[in-house]
């Protein structure tokens, strides 16, 4: 098996001011300095992100946006574009988060391009898929996941997907407090490798990142991190406090 880094990243979504947002990274900064065990990334929103890179730039602690539109500039009122988010200190991007896709009409055909973008710039996507709470009671997550993934990352090249992370977040345990068994987060993630090196490569399969999200907890964690195919964490109420979220990435 590849020597798979893993990656913990938080998601802030719609949550702390310029000031709060440069604090928490300060802390965490401070917390996390001696970690070596995972790569850490913080996607504050985007009025956040040139002031929480001031506070991680030359440390251990990755910068991530949460959304980027895909044409380069123009007339595209309240959108981001990828040289907006590199110059602002970026190297991640969290692409097609399932509150996108049921707020925000995202679809796999936007998820798509956005992915596509964010490899053109040299972003690391950080594409979301995950089935819902009926979609798993009809016994339909691995086809709602197959299409997700297939038309996701339609015309992606082997080269292209090389810097891919997947975060598998099943919608109804996002905020939930409902985490998925350490065994369906395995089926699933298993379920998205496989896919991959069947439509991929074997070695890109075996050095893909699959993240977890959903309800990710310092108590949780080390569970979902012993699975062997799950490598990492994608961490959303509990990547808002700098000790929590320190303590979810030294698991
Ligand atoms: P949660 O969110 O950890 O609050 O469940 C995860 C996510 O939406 O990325």
């Not at 959108?79 to 991640?92: D, Q």
Request: proline share 3%.
């Amino acid at each position: 098996m590849a020597d798979r880094k893993p990656l913990i990243a938080g998601n802030w979504k719609m949550y702390k001011t310029v000031s709060e947002a440069f604090e928490t990274a300060e802390k965490l900064v401070g917390l996390v300095k001696d970690v070596d065990q995972a790569e850490v990334m913080i996607a504050p929103p985007f009025t956040a992100l040139a002031p929480v890179f001031a506070a991680v730039q030359g440390t251990n602690v990755t910068l991530g946006a949460q959304n980027l539109y895909w044409e380069a500039e123009g007339a595209y009122t309240g959108e981001i574009s990828t040289s907006m988010l590199r110059s602002a200190g970026c190297t991640h991007v969290i692409i097609g988060h399932s509150e996108r896709r049921q707020y925000f009409g995202e679809t796999d055909e936007s998820v798509n391009k956005k992915v596509k973008a964010a490899v053109t710039a040299g972003l690391i996507p950080v594409m979301c898929v995950g089935e819902s709470e009926q979609e798993r009671d009809d016994n339909k997550t691995f086809s709602v996941l197959d299409k997700q993934v297939k038309i996701g990352l339609e015309g992606l090249s082997l080269e292209d997907a090389a810097t891919l992370v997947i975060a598998y977040e099943p919608i109804w345990a996002i905020g939930t407090g409902k985490t998925a068994t350490k065994e369906q987060a395995q089926d699933v993630h298993r379920y998205l490798r496989e896919w991959i090196g069947n439509n991929y490569s074997a070695a890109l399969a075996d050095s893909l990142r699959i993240l977890y999200g959903g309800s990710v907890k310092p108590d949780n964690v080390s569970a979902l991190m012993a699975q062997p195919d799950v490598d990492g964490a994608l961490v959303g109420g509990a990547s808002l406090d700098a000790d929590t979220f320190s303590q979810i990435v030294k698991f």
